[in-house]
């Protein structure tokens, strides 16, 4: 016997009867859509601010033989990933959606209001902008999720230049304009392999004329040489780096540690939190952490030295074939 959350899955025809009775009633109706294969904080956040934008809230989700996301995707069918959304206590409804987007079904339920995230605020997607027509055609809008006053953004460049639709400044620019519109405090912008980018107001006054002023920015390096799995690594930056901020440490020291957090996390095979042992031996290992006298000698080019786990034997043997 399906439990009550399990009800929340329907159909095509019991989604456009609960449609109809929705608008009979007078009910705004919000509609997300997406593949939802992994759901962190951030769409916890995205669904729980769609849910206040009206009555009912429908989540459609990408089924599995339409999700474009690489080899093995998705990681979870999509049965048990109706199931995730169905539990989410602002989830109304959840519907497995049998086309590559949602276009048609966009169509058909006619959402008074669409919720992307800010992401797509720039994009050129044709997926998506079929979607937005889709909805703006019919008089409904697409709202587009910004985050305001929070405390630090960890986008990539990426992510940061899609906010924008900018891919043409400099990312000091790119970063000011963020920080501007989002009203944050701080920014760390990932570069992949280059490192991160550490952007700092020069005052956290909001009455200041230096909380708009140029920014202040530090380079790190990625702290690591290679990667099992680049899964989670935002994940270990973001939460390492908010925990070192509520702790009291500078912004430059909660990057560095966000920053190590996420080269012990690409060590990693699959998502697996970063816990304090592994971050204390991490710091324990790093020659610029020790006293001159205590630094042991330098290591040869490319070992480990403790700094991150040893690469897999299959990982070490394609290396040495190289």
């Known amino acids: 016997m399906p439990s009550d959350f399990q009800r929340k899955i329907v ?16 009910k705004t109706i919000v509609q997300c859509h997406g593949c939802f294969d992994i759901v962190h904080p951030g769409h916890i956040r995205y669904l729980e601010f769609a849910r206040q934008q009206g009555d009912v809230l429908i989540v459609s989700l990408t089924g599995d033989l339409d999700v474009g996301k690489g080899d093995n995707r998705p990681y ?26 949602a276009e048609q079904l966009l169509g058909e339920v006619r959402p008074d209001v669409y919720v992307k995230g800010r992401e797509y605020e720039g994009s050129t997607d044709p997926g998506f902008l079929a979607e937005k027509n889709a909805v703006e055609g019919y008089g409904g809008r697409a709202h587009l999720l910004g985050f305001r006053n929070v405390d630090l953004l960890c986008p990539t460049e990426r992510e940061a230049r899609a906010m924008l639709d900018d891919n043409d400044s400099g990312l000091s620019t790119v970063a000011w304009e963020v920080l501007r519109e989002t009203q944050a405090r701080h920014i760390f912008i990932t570069l992949e392999k280059r490192g991160l980018l550490v952007f700092e107001r020069r005052s956290q006054d909001r009455d200041s004329p230096d909380w708009s002023s140029r920014l202040k920015s530090e380079l790190l390096p990625a702290f690591a040489d290679y990667a099992v799995d680049h899964l989670g690594c935002g994940d270990a930056l973001l939460a390492a780096s908010t925990l070192a901020l509520a702790a009291g440490a500078s912004l430059t020291q909660s990057a560095y540690l966000g920053d190590a957090a996420a080269a012990i996390e690409a060590g990693l095979l699959g998502n697996h939190p970063v816990d304090e042992k592994q971050l204390r031996d991490w710091l324990r290992a790093r020659r610029e952490l020790s006293p001159p006298a205590e630094r042991p000698p330098p290591l040869p080019k490319g070992a480990a030295g403790g700094s991150k786990p040893e690469p897999p034997v299959a990982f070490r043997a394609a290396a040495r074939a190289h």
């Open 76 to 101: 979870i069918p999509q049965e048990f990933r109706a199931e995730n959304l169905a539990a989410i206590m602002f989830v109304d409804y959840v519907h497995i959606n049998a086309s590559p987007t």
């Open 11 to 26: 159909d095509h025809d019991r989604l456009l009867e609960v449609v109809r009775e929705a608008r009979a009633a007078g």
